[in-house]
């Protein structure tokens, strides 16, 4: 593909890496304070059937900093609207969007701007909203919330020594929650606490209903941060979406558990007729 130097800029932005095979695209996209490496485990099952697609979101990973803006990215459109600069340089349609955590709402709010661009979303453990309210369960009060806000403000590192851990769950594992500690150390503390208002504070209930894309809710089985009752949520929101509640516990199957991440991904596909 012959790229102009617009759509050329876009792919360096993102730091987008493009491989595989097939004629259908599939883009893996990352949670809050990971890049594209935690999908180091997943992605390559897909290169024999699939064109994949890994990007670093603006400000993780090895995207330009220099791209950041703080009005863009206030909130998850900024992010949405990098996702469709992505399709739009690589002239993708009918693509499967693989997205974990925050970017479950980004790939969301990218279809129903742009929907021809995907066929369908995978959601990895998906909040629409983190914050409890009346009869709906999101995990968090806004008190809990606005604390742990705080305590980023005033110590980003212990507060990602802190979090890492909780977030991916399996204390049995601690090898799992030093390396998301490490990833959200890396991270730049004023882009990474911009980043935690605009996914934590979002609400995105009132799109789900909107969806037309064929969806696929992951479900951990036990998860701090997007529990049981947030996934059914979600699915029930969703008309004609498939949820699968895998084994795996935490709130990144995609490291802790890829091979069950990647059957539950793969059968959907099949299913679907998405290979």
């Not at 020594?161 to 990833?183: C, W, Y």
Request: with cysteine; proline share 4%.
């Amino acid at each position: 593909m012959v790229l102009n130097d617009k759509a050329a800029g876009v792919l360096k932005r993102n730091n987008v890496q493009v491989t595989g095979n097939g004629e259908r695209t599939i883009i893996f996209a990352h949670g809050f304070g990971c890049d594209q490496n935690m999908w180091r485990w997943v992605a390559p099952a897909f290169r024999a059937t699939h064109k994949v697609v890994l990007f670093d979101h603006v400000g993780a990973g090895q995207s330009d900093v220099t791209a950041y803006n703080r009005t863009k990215y206030a909130t998850l459109q900024g992010y949405a609207s990098d996702l469709l600069e992505i399709c739009q340089a690589l002239d993708l349609r009918d693509a499967v969007f693989v997205g974990h955590s925050v970017s479950a709402m980004i790939g969301t709010l990218a279809a129903l701007r742009e929907p021809s661009r995907f066929a369908a979303l995978v959601m990895v453990g998906p909040s629409p909203c983190y914050i409890n309210d009346d009869d709906y369960y999101g995990g968090f009060s806004r008190t809990d919330l606005e604390g742990l806000m705080e305590y980023l403000d005033s110590n980003y590192l212990g507060w990602s020594s802190t979090m890492a851990p909780v977030i991916m769950g399996n204390p049995d594992r601690p090898e799992l929650g030093e390396e998301l500690t490490n990833s959200f150390c890396k991270a730049d503390p004023e882009i990474a606490k911009q980043f935690a208002r605009a996914t934590f504070f979002s609400d995105n209930r009132a799109d789900l209903s909107k969806v037309k894309a064929k969806t696929l809710i992951l479900q951990c089985s036990q998860d701090a941060i997007a529990p049981l009752e947030v996934g059914t949520y979600v699915h029930q929101q969703i008309a004609g979406s498939t949820m699968v509640v895998l084994e795996a516990t935490g709130h990144c199957p995609n490291l802790s558990a890829p091979e069950e991440t990647t059957d539950a991904i793969r059968n959907f596909l099949t299913a679907e007729r998405l290979v």
